[in-house]
């Protein structure tokens, strides 16, 4: 079965504080795709990156960077210089094998305060 | 990128009213397009996966007759509330699959059914 565990129910920062959000994922499959999407509060999906099992390396763009590690299997993000805007809820998910089923994790709210 | 558009974004209706949402791909094919529903605070359960042509496959737990979907063309999927009573009222969010490799599943903005 897949899971996806968020285990940080809610963060708050102050702004310009750095702050990494968790992600632990259990497959069975081998071929695998890692996602994490934001979710503003008009509620909208926005979808922030794509990893695929094969890919262990780690990704930036701009205030974003994401470190995935198969041994411990996690897939964290982490934004730096937090700013205001970046308050949203943050969903982990996993589509393995050849389902494209998305599995979600159960989100981490991200409180940015000024 | 390919777009998909979700009306109405917002419906309040009576109970025992019967609510259709659209799911429409704007500049793509999808042969599958996905329903999900996340009640407040809470994270996004998918609720079936729409095949053009064919019938839904729903996941366990989700009525079927409760929750009617249509996929009668490439570019559309419909899922209607039947009779829908206050435990319906949640964020009913649609997706379409496309062969992007890097963004797979695209999705709607959502829409916010009230059920009073």
């Known amino acids: 079965a897949q899971k996806v565990t968020q285990a940080q129910t809610e963060i708050s920062v102050v702004e310009k504080e750095d702050v990494t959000l968790d992600c632990v994922y259990e497959t069975r499959d081998t071929t695998y795709y890692l996602f994490w999407y934001k979710q503003p509060p008009s509620g909208e999906l926005v979808f922030l990156i794509r990893r695929n099992s094969f890919d262990e390396q780690n990704e930036i763009s701009g205030r974003y960077s994401w470190n995935f590690q198969k041994s411990t299997s996690s897939f964290n993000f982490t934004i730096t210089a937090s700013q205001v805007v970046d308050s949203a809820v943050y969903f982990c998910?996993?589509?393995?094998?050849?389902?494209?089923?998305?599995?979600f994790g159960s989100g981490t709210r991200l409180l940015v305060r000024p | 990128g390919a777009v998909v558009s979700q009306h109405p974004s917002r419906v309040i209706c009576k109970s025992g009213t019967s609510v259709k949402i659209e799911c429409r791909s704007l500049d793509f094919q999808a042969t599958t397009m996905f329903w999900y529903r996340q009640f407040p605070k809470q994270s996004l359960m998918l609720m079936a996966t729409s095949n053009e042509g064919s019938k839904a496959t729903y996941e366990q737990g989700v009525e079927k007759d409760k929750f009617l979907i249509n996929h009668a063309s490439l570019t559309l999927s419909t899922l209607t509330v039947t009779s829908a009573h206050p435990e319906d009222s949640s964020f009913y969010i649609c997706s379409a699959w496309t062969a992007d490799s890097n963004q797979p599943q695209h999705f709607g903005d959502g829409t916010r059914l009230s059920i009073l």
């Open positions: 998910a996993l589509t393995a094998g050849s389902s494209y089923k998305l599995i």
